[in-house]
């Protein structure tokens, strides 16, 4: 299990505990008084006195309520916390950018993943060799990925 497995899984069970849910969706906040900006981070607030749009707390937020001091640094945790609500160990469903796959005698490293302007279809972009061949820049599109059983390379391993 890699470090940020680890790490999450530990953040997840204490999560549980104070908020009822183990992956929550999180929200900027005004955790200090007196500032202009949402400087802090705090779980979304599901009580139905609390508008959506108002960023304060108040004794109905559910914890932890973390001041950030900026609140780009705040809005950046944020987007981290909410793009890695996916359950723990759910399978991927399409190449990651940064991760090298193999696929018998194949090998393909995801550089990047765009998507179709038009329809919206994943498509991933990168570098594929056989055996030990050159690489070879390439691009694998979903119906690639649902026909193909690309293993990611060090997949769970130490890291
Ligand atoms: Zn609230």
Not at 9 to 36: H, I, K, M, N, Q
Not at 103 to 130: E, M, Q
């Amino acid at each position: 299990m890699s470090a940020i497995d680890k790490a999450r899984e530990r953040a997840r069970e204490f999560l549980d505990l104070v908020t009822g849910t183990p992956a929550p969706e999180w929200r900027t906040c005004f955790s200090e008084d007196g500032t202009e900006e949402p400087t802090g981070i705090a779980p979304v607030c599901l009580d139905e006195g609390h508008d959506p749009d108002d960023g304060s707390v108040y004794d109905c937020c559910p914890s932890p309520v973390v001041e950030c001091d900026s609140d780009p640094f705040a809005a950046y945790l944020v987007e981290l916390l909410n793009a890695d609500r996916a359950p723990a160990g759910s399978a991927p469903d399409f190449f990651r950018p940064g991760a090298t796959y193999s696929y018998g005698p194949w090998a393909f490293r995801c550089d990047t993943v765009t998507s179709h302007p038009a329809t919206g279809k994943r498509t991933a972009l990168g570098w594929f060799r056989f055996r030990k061949s050159h690489w070879t820049p390439e691009q694998y599109d979903e119906d690639a990925w649902a026909e193909g059983s690309w293993a990611e390379d060090n997949a769970g391993g130490a890291s």
